[in-house]
């Protein structure tokens, strides 16, 4: 009887400390989770200071000029697919924005518009641009949706053929695909962490991006 009870005492000391030091392994992913959190923050606030825009601009209907966002890209790219007779979800969408910006970053040496990725889950994503699209879930972005025409402005030819350059190679690529080539780049392997939506430095994107569509 004493042996049994002395067993059930001891189960019961295994049983809290397991607890507690599942507790304490909680704990520290949490915190490297913050702290990665806050390493990717200050990593995008320097790389702000080194990373200059592209001088492309549009004239608005005042007449005043303003520098290209990345939902006016994504206006052209939806376009430039619905002139291929091609449809685009939101996820490839991400994806395409991601090569464009990157090409951008490393042919011109600037950035094509200001938005920042992050490293989520199913690869880049300008949260924005989800936002904006996410009630499509994984269906077609609609050619006519307000905000794409909202969103269209005129860009100057030589960004017209950097996203076309980037357009005509993914038209027959699956969004899933594009999801796994976009895993294998460097910039959003060395940011993802799962559920922190860290950010991936256009200086990081410029230095180790690949634009792998080939």
Request: hydrophobic share 40%.
């Amino acid at each position: 009887m004493t042996d049994i009870y002395a067993r059930g005492i001891l189960c019961e000391k295994i049983s809290l400390y397991a607890c507690f030091f599942a507790r304490i392994a909680e704990f520290c992913a949490f915190l490297f989770i913050l702290a990665m959190a806050i390493f990717c923050k200050f990593a995008i606030i320097k790389s702000k200071k080194t990373i200059r825009y592209c001088n492309q601009t549009y004239k608005t209907a005042k007449g005043s000029e303003k520098v290209y966002t990345a939902m006016n890209i994504a206006s052209e790219i939806v376009r430039q697919y619905k002139d291929h007779g091609k449809a685009i979800t939101n996820l490839k969408l991400q994806k395409i924005l991601y090569y464009v910006q990157m090409r951008s970053l490393q042919e011109n040496g600037c950035a094509l518009f200001e938005e920042d990725f992050q490293a989520w889950r199913h690869g880049p994503v300008v949260p924005e641009i989800y936002e904006a699209f996410r009630k499509y879930v994984s269906g077609d972005i609609d050619y006519e949706d307000p905000v794409l025409k909202q969103s269209t402005v005129e860009i100057k030819p030589d960004q017209k053929n950097l996203i076309a350059s980037i357009v005509a190679p993914t038209l027959d690529v699956d969004a899933w695909d594009m999801v796994y080539k976009t895993h294998n780049t460097k910039p959003w392997k060395d940011c993802y962490i799962p559920n922190a939506n860290c950010i991936i430095s256009k200086d990081r994107i410029r230095r180790d991006g690949e634009v792998n569509l080939s």
